[in-house]
């Protein structure tokens, strides 16, 4: 069953992802045409299309062209393996565990399109917001998603004003509603604590370099981090609070 999840279910939808990453940017179409090597724009065969399996066979190389092939693919279809892996073994019930990979791998599509063109897409994003609060107590999910996108709009507003330019993107008030909507409040400010402190001393690394280091990225490493140790943060929260 958990070789089924990860490979039939995982994998193929990382490799689905990896046609978002390429074309939703640059406004193509997902479904048309067919696969094809971006270097050389011959069609790829079907034995070309295997997940993971086809780059290794291929040594990372266009078999037209002999152009080497982005790492890119074969990460994100093992990384969107891994994320529904996890959510099936962790999530008590097969409805949740769906939601949630699905989530994460828009998460995971959104981070990539985030960091390599600076974009991020509605039509990923909205998605990942309207499916979040579906997994648990729905009315109570959909709160807890107001209350956090809420909180960093006002957020973005006094940041904004402060410092006489824009300091976040509306995306991140999106991704912020996803995290209340999986984790709730307490959880959910847990996993933006998280996001700030990887991304602080990646900033300060690329802030010399010039380089515009998005957020979103961390949102969801933080997100994903909170949720896969939820039982260990709480307990850590409990300590705190008594």
Known sequence: MELFIFVVLGVC???????????????????FPASYCPKCKNPLKWYHNIPIFSWLFLRGKCAFCDQKISFQYPLIELLSGLIFLLAFLKSQNMFDAFIIAIVFSLLLAL??????????????????????????????????????????????????????????????II??????????????????????????????????????????PFLSIGLFVTWCFETEILRFLGMIYE
């Open 13 to 31: 939808v990382g490799s689905f992802l990896n046609v978002l990453i390429l074309r939703l940017p640059l406004g193509k179409s997902v479904a």
């Open 111 to 172: 981070s990539a399109i985030d960091l390599k063109y600076k974009a991020v897409p509605d039509n990923l994003s909205i998605p990942a917001l309207l499916l979040a609060p579906l997994s648990g107590n729905f009315l109570t999910n959909v709160e807890s998603a107001l209350l956090l996108a809420g909180g960093f709009a006002l957020l973005r507003i006094i940041i904004s004003w402060i410092i006489k330019k824009e300091a976040m993107g509306e995306a991140d």
């Open 175 to 216: 991704i912020a509603g996803v995290i209340g909507g999986i984790l709730g409040v307490k959880l959910g400010l847990s996993a933006i604590y998280i996001a700030a402190l990887i991304c602080l001393p990646v900033f300060f690394v690329v802030s010399k370099r010039g380089y515009e280091l998005p957020f979103i």
